[in-house]
Nanobody, 119 residues
């Protein structure tokens, strides 16, 4: 079983940077993949980025590549999302998620952390 807790959200100005953290408790398998998703009011949940826990291989939504960076600290069981040059369109609840690499679905989800970007 895996539990995820996001933190680091808040209210920022357009152009600011912000780093989100996801603390992972329980066993994190070497074959797990970690992901960040976001959901704005009235919109579907959207993929942001993912990283292989052991391999460190990363994937990004095309629209965010180069502006957002996903990383992890294996020793601290923590996943990060570094967000640069934030825009009002980035306003959303950001969720951390996890799945075994043998599955296509993310089975484990955090409660989310709110990011609000003002103009």
């Amino acid at each position: 079983q895996v539990q995820l807790v996001e933190s680091g959200g808040g209210l920022v100005q357009a152009g600011d940077s912000l780093t989100l953290s996801c603390a992972v408790t329980g066993r994190t398998l070497s074959t797990y993949r970690m992901g960040w998703f976001r959901q704005a009011p009235g919109k579907e949940r959207e993929f942001v980025a993912s990283i292989g826990w052991s391999s460190g291989s990363t994937l990004y939504a095309d629209s965010l590549k180069g502006r957002f960076t996903i990383s992890r600290d294996n020793a601290k069981n923590t996943v990060f999302l570094q967000m640069n040059n934030l825009k009002p369109e980035d306003t959303a609840v950001y969720y951390c998620a996890a799945r075994p690499i043998t599955q296509s679905r993310y089975d484990y989800w955090g409660q989310g952390t709110q990011v609000t970007v003002s103009s």
